[in-house]
Nanobody, 114 residues
Framework: QVQLVESGGGLVQPGGSLRLSCAAS????????MGWYRQAPGKQRELVASVTSGRRTNYVESVKGRFTISRDNAKNTVFLQMNSLKPEDTAVYYC????????WGQGTQVTVSS
C-alpha cells in the first residue's frame, strides 16, 4: 500500500521561501507522474504542480515562476521549492500521484503571514 509522508511546512513571512519534501513508499515511484496539491480552509483541494517520470513539469497559473517541483527517483522523493510566498499560498500541502492514489498523507501546513 502506498504511503506518502510530507514535511517542510511552517510559518513564513510574505516573500519568504520554503522547501517541501514528500517521501513515497509502496509504489514503483519512478514510473509515476507525481503532483503537489494544496487545500486552503473552505476550499477544494487543487493540484498546483506536477512532474512526469521524464521530469517534465507543469504548474497552475497562480504559482508559475514562484514554485519549482522536482524529484529524486533514487530516494523516492518529490520536492516543492516555494519562493516569493504570498498569504494566498496558505494551505495544507499534500503530494500524490497525478492520478491520485487511494490514500493521502497527513500533509504539511504552510502559513504565510506577517
Amino acid at each position: 500500500q502506498v504511503q506518502l509522508v510530507e514535511s517542510g511546512g511552517g510559518l513564513v513571512q510574505p516573500g519568504g521561501s520554503l522547501r517541501l519534501s514528500c517521501a513515497a513508499s509502496g509504489i514503483i515511484f519512478s514510473i509515476y507522474t507525481m503532483g503537489w496539491y494544496r487545500q486552503a480552509p473552505g476550499k477544494q483541494r487543487e493540484l498546483v504542480a506536477s512532474v512526469t517520470s521524464g521530469r517534465r513539469t507543469n504548474y497552475v497559473e497562480s504559482v508559475k515562476g514562484r514554485f519549482t517541483i522536482s524529484r529524486d527517483n533514487a530516494k523516492n522523493t518529490v520536492f516543492l521549492q516555494m519562493n516569493s510566498l504570498k498569504p494566498e499560498d496558505t494551505a495544507v500541502y499534500y503530494c500524490n500521484g497525478y492520478a491520485p492514489f487511494s490514500s493521502w498523507g497527513q500533509g504539511t501546513q504552510v502559513t504565510v503571514s506577517s
